[in-house]
């Protein structure tokens, strides 16, 4: 796929819902209160370093 989510070949078309960027927010009693965690889908990312939604999330990796 590309940046806007075409895909590149007729072979690789996914069945996707496109919503736009701007739009209004949910209602206040749509929204979660409970903490949640975010899954990266790396799972040593997720293992070792996990994140909450809605959080700053920094992440880094030394190289050395």
């Given amino acids: 796929m590309n ?3 075409d895909p590149w ?3 690789a078309r ?3 819902e496109k ?3 701007h739009r209004l927010a949910p209602a ?3 929204q979660s209160t ?3 965690m975010f899954e990266t889908g790396v799972k040593v990312v997720d293992l ?3 994140f909450l939604k809605g959080g700053k999330i920094a992440s880094s990796a030394a190289l050395e």
Avoid: R
């Fill in 3 to 5: 940046v806007i989510g």
């Fill in 9 to 11: 070949t007729i072979s």
């Fill in 14 to 16: 996914l069945p996707l």
């Fill in 19 to 21: 919503m736009p960027i």
């Fill in 28 to 30: 206040f009693d749509e």
């Fill in 34 to 36: 409970t903490a949640e």
């Fill in 48 to 50: 070792i370093q996990p």
